[in-house]
């Protein structure tokens, strides 16, 4: 998932959003934890995992390619 020009993203710790690696507020119907907020550049462009093997998540870090 490429994300560009955003200052932060709210990031599902709950593992029951529908829009992984993005919280899309499950949890506030399915309980657990809320997400984690983290600070981006919004001059730069991110990568985000969505296979769940990142070892650098929630940052895409190429493990998809290994698989
Ligand atoms: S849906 Fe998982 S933290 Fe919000």
């Known amino acids: 998932m490429v994300v560009t020009g955003e200052e932060e993203l709210a990031i ?3 593992g029951q959003s529908n829009h992984w690696p993005l919280c ?3 949890h506030h119907t399915l309980g657990g934890e ?3 907020i983290i600070a981006l550049d919004k001059e730069k462009t991110y990568l985000l995992c969505q296979c769940h093997r990142s070892k650098n998540a929630p940052f895409c870090d190429g493990s998809h ?3």
Do not use: F, L, N
């Open 12 to 14: 599902c710790v709950c």
């Open 24 to 26: 899309d507020a499950s």
């Open 34 to 36: 809320g997400p984690e």
């Open 65 to 67: 390619e290994r698989i």
